[in-house]
T-cell receptor, first 115, second 119 residues
Framework: DSGVTQTPKHLITATGQRVTLRCSPR?????VYWYQQSLDQGLQFLIQ???????AKGNILERFSAQQFPDLHSELNLSSLELGDSALYFC??????????????FGPGTRLTVL | AQKVTQAQTEISVVEKEDVTLDCVYE???????LFWYKQPPSGELVFLIR??????QNEISGRYSWNFQKSTSSFNFTITASQVVDSAVYFC????????????????FGKGTKLTVNP
């Protein structure tokens, strides 16, 4: 158990809908990362938040957005869903001390199926 | 741009065999970090090891060992006396500082190697 929690574990929805994925980082970790794992694209970085502020953006679609709240949990919002958005979405957290590169610990993932 | 190549898509071995998973990376940075993660059939990503670019010492942890060679840009992973429980997809990853601020750079992952250990 990495200490990172993600809910829900599975999500099935229809095209055009909007969903919210939730992540709670490990105790003491200030940084949260979101990754998408799909069969064709593999594991891809989406976005990072550090202590409530956006720090880095990757290949995140405009239909997707995220935020990190004062209690450090994070939510990833996916809207106008398309079939191609079906994937496993991971949240990871790290201490982010400001130097070097910290290890990112991953949650169990949320499997999103868009029908 | 940062790139990680895991040329072996799938490997199948019989229990107790040794197996090496290859990882080749590309980066122009002089300081970087390399990682290995394991994804068992249950789906979670489990951290195995982190190595920085200044530490080329090989590492052994139980049945696992890692061979980091900057001269060939490789960071290979060997499992000795493999077991059925080692069956998983293994990912090699490289830190990418581009577009991030201070620590905890995003990770660039290889496509993964699916290891099947048969009894």
């Amino acid at each position: 158990d990495s200490g990172v929690t993600q809910t829900p574990k599975h999500l099935i929805t229809a095209t055009g809908q909007r969903v919210t994925l939730r992540c709670s980082p490990r105790s003491g970790d200030l940084s949260v990362y979101w990754y998408q794992q799909s069969l064709d694209q593999g594991l891809q970085f989406l976005i990072q938040y550090y202590n409530g502020e956006e720090r880095a953006k990757g290949n995140i679609l405009e239909r997707f957005s995220a935020q990190q709240f004062p209690d450090l949990h994070s939510e990833l919002n996916l809207s106008s869903l398309e079939l191609g958005d079906s994937a496993l979405y991971f949240c990871a957290s790290s201490v982010a001390r400001g130097w070097g590169t910290d290890t990112q610990y991953f949650g169990p993932g949320t499997r999103l199926t868009v029908l | 741009a940062q790139k990680v190549t895991q040329a072996q898509t799938e490997i199948s071995v019989v229990e107790k065999e040794d197996v090496t998973l290859d990882c080749v990376y590309e980066t122009r940075d002089t300081t970087y970090y390399l990682f290995w993660y394991k994804q068992p059939p249950s789906g979670e990503l489990v951290f195995l090891i982190r190595r920085n670019s200044f530490d080329e010492q090989n590492e052994i942890s139980g049945r696992y060992s890692w061979n980091f060679q900057k001269s060939t840009s490789s960071f290979n992973f060997t499992i000795t006396a493999s077991q059925v429980v080692d069956s998983a997809v293994y990912f090699c990853a490289l830190s990418d500082p581009r577009g991030t601020q201070g620590g905890s750079e995003k990770l660039v992952f290889g496509k993964g190697t699916k290891l099947t250990v048969n009894p």
